[in-house]
Protein backbone atom coordinates (compact mmCIF):
# COMPACT_ATOMS: atom_id res chain seq x y z
CA UNK A 1 0.00 0.00 0.00
CA UNK A 2 1.31 3.59 -1.07
CA UNK A 3 1.76 5.37 1.84
CA UNK A 4 2.63 8.98 -0.12
CA UNK A 5 1.46 11.58 2.59
CA UNK A 6 4.32 11.19 4.98
CA UNK A 7 3.77 11.43 8.28
CA UNK A 8 2.79 14.19 10.95
CA UNK A 9 2.36 14.16 14.54
CA UNK A 10 -0.74 12.85 15.40
CA UNK A 11 -3.35 15.29 16.06
CA UNK A 12 -7.21 14.87 16.14
CA UNK A 13 -8.64 16.80 19.13
CA UNK A 14 -5.30 17.23 20.85
CA UNK A 15 -1.64 16.80 19.65
CA UNK A 16 -0.07 13.46 21.07
CA UNK A 17 3.49 13.57 21.84
CA UNK A 18 5.93 10.72 20.09
CA UNK A 19 3.03 9.30 18.14
CA UNK A 20 2.95 10.17 14.23
CA UNK A 21 0.13 9.29 12.14
CA UNK A 22 0.53 7.84 8.56
CA UNK A 23 -1.29 7.02 4.90
CA UNK A 24 -5.17 6.72 5.91
CA UNK A 25 -5.04 8.26 9.43
CA UNK A 26 -3.08 10.86 8.38
CA UNK A 27 -5.59 11.50 5.60
CA UNK A 28 -8.42 11.09 8.16
CA UNK A 29 -7.31 13.52 10.81
CA UNK A 30 -6.95 16.04 7.83
CA UNK A 31 -10.47 15.34 7.19
CA UNK A 32 -11.43 15.51 10.69
CA UNK A 33 -9.82 18.99 10.52
CA UNK A 34 -11.13 20.52 7.86
CA UNK A 35 -14.86 19.48 8.90
CA UNK A 36 -13.90 21.32 12.40
CA UNK A 37 -11.95 24.54 11.45
CA UNK A 38 -14.45 27.85 10.90
CA UNK A 39 -13.86 28.77 7.25
CA UNK A 40 -11.95 32.20 7.20
CA UNK A 41 -9.87 31.45 10.66
CA UNK A 42 -6.59 30.20 8.91
CA UNK A 43 -4.58 33.37 7.21
CA UNK A 44 -2.47 33.59 4.04
CA UNK A 45 -3.82 32.73 1.02
CA UNK A 46 -7.36 32.97 -0.48
CA UNK A 47 -7.31 28.91 -0.69
CA UNK A 48 -6.43 29.40 3.63
CA UNK A 49 -9.57 31.69 3.87
CA UNK A 50 -11.70 29.12 1.82
CA UNK A 51 -10.77 26.25 3.95
CA UNK A 52 -12.56 24.60 6.59
CA UNK A 53 -16.40 24.25 7.73
CA UNK A 54 -17.16 24.22 11.28
CA UNK A 55 -19.43 21.03 11.09
CA UNK A 56 -20.30 21.43 14.80
CA UNK A 57 -21.33 24.80 14.30
CA UNK A 58 -23.79 23.79 11.60
CA UNK A 59 -25.55 21.12 13.55
CA UNK A 60 -29.06 22.61 14.68
CA UNK A 61 -29.23 25.57 12.98
CA UNK A 62 -32.06 26.31 10.61
CA UNK A 63 -31.98 25.50 7.19
CA UNK A 64 -28.89 22.88 8.02
CA UNK A 65 -31.57 20.08 9.60
CA UNK A 66 -31.66 18.26 6.39
CA UNK A 67 -29.49 15.55 5.61
CA UNK A 68 -29.34 16.11 2.49
CA UNK A 69 -27.64 19.82 2.70
CA UNK A 70 -25.05 18.93 5.05
CA UNK A 71 -23.70 15.95 3.37
CA UNK A 72 -23.57 18.50 0.31
CA UNK A 73 -21.59 20.84 2.26
CA UNK A 74 -19.02 17.99 3.21
CA UNK A 75 -18.32 16.23 -0.03
CA UNK A 76 -18.51 19.98 -1.77
CA UNK A 77 -15.80 20.79 1.02
CA UNK A 78 -13.49 17.64 1.24
CA UNK A 79 -13.01 18.01 -2.83
CA UNK A 80 -11.17 20.50 -1.91
CA UNK A 81 -8.57 18.31 -0.60
CA UNK A 82 -6.18 17.24 -3.63
CA UNK A 83 -5.38 13.75 -2.03
CA UNK A 84 -9.17 12.69 -2.39
CA UNK A 85 -10.45 11.80 -5.92
CA UNK A 86 -14.00 10.98 -4.99
CA UNK A 87 -15.46 11.06 -1.87
CA UNK A 88 -19.44 9.72 -0.98
CA UNK A 89 -21.22 11.09 2.29
CA UNK A 90 -24.28 9.27 4.37
CA UNK A 91 -25.44 11.29 7.14
CA UNK A 92 -27.61 9.70 9.83
CA UNK A 93 -29.68 12.09 11.84
CA UNK A 94 -31.18 11.90 15.30
CA UNK A 95 -32.80 13.93 18.26
CA UNK A 96 -32.49 12.94 21.35
CA UNK A 97 -35.65 13.85 23.72
CA UNK A 98 -34.07 16.85 24.93
CA UNK A 99 -33.98 18.27 21.73
CA UNK A 100 -30.06 17.32 20.99
CA UNK A 101 -29.16 16.86 17.59
CA UNK A 102 -26.18 14.20 16.71
CA UNK A 103 -25.18 12.96 13.42
CA UNK A 104 -23.36 9.91 12.54
CA UNK A 105 -21.20 10.87 9.06
CA UNK A 106 -19.82 8.05 7.36
CA UNK A 107 -17.81 8.86 4.09
CA UNK A 108 -16.26 6.56 1.50
CA UNK A 109 -13.23 7.91 0.19
CA UNK A 110 -11.01 7.59 -2.53
CA UNK A 111 -7.54 8.71 -2.60
CA UNK A 112 -5.80 10.18 -5.25
CA UNK A 113 -2.97 7.69 -4.93
CA UNK A 114 -2.78 4.01 -4.40
CA UNK A 115 -4.20 2.98 -1.08
CA UNK A 116 -7.48 2.44 -2.23
CA UNK A 117 -10.59 3.01 -0.54
CA UNK A 118 -11.38 3.68 2.67
CA UNK A 119 -14.47 4.57 5.21
CA UNK A 120 -14.11 6.74 8.10
CA UNK A 121 -17.10 7.30 10.48
CA UNK A 122 -17.69 10.48 12.61
CA UNK A 123 -19.54 11.57 15.34
CA UNK A 124 -20.92 15.21 15.62
CA UNK A 125 -23.33 17.50 17.89
CA UNK A 126 -23.42 20.99 18.23
CA UNK A 127 -20.66 20.40 20.95
CA UNK A 128 -18.15 18.27 19.28
CA UNK A 129 -16.54 16.28 16.00
CA UNK A 130 -14.97 13.01 16.79
CA UNK A 131 -13.43 10.14 14.40
CA UNK A 132 -15.53 7.46 15.68
CA UNK A 133 -13.99 4.31 12.75
CA UNK A 134 -11.38 4.36 9.99
CA UNK A 135 -11.80 0.97 7.82
CA UNK A 136 -11.82 -0.30 4.21
CA UNK A 137 -14.53 0.77 2.75
CA UNK A 138 -17.58 -1.47 2.37
Known amino acids: MAEGYGADVWCLDRMTTGKL ?8 QAIYHRLTTPR ?14 DLAGLIGK ?10 GMIAAELKKD ?6 VVNVTKTTATNG ?18 FRGTLAANDNAVAVIALGEAA
Do not use: H, K, W
Request: charged share 25%; aromatic share 4%.
Open 62 to 71: VGYDRRGVIS
Open 40 to 53: GTLRGSAEAQAYGL
Open 100 to 117: EVSLVIVIDITPADESGD
Open 82 to 87: DRITEV
Open 21 to 28: ARGRQLLM
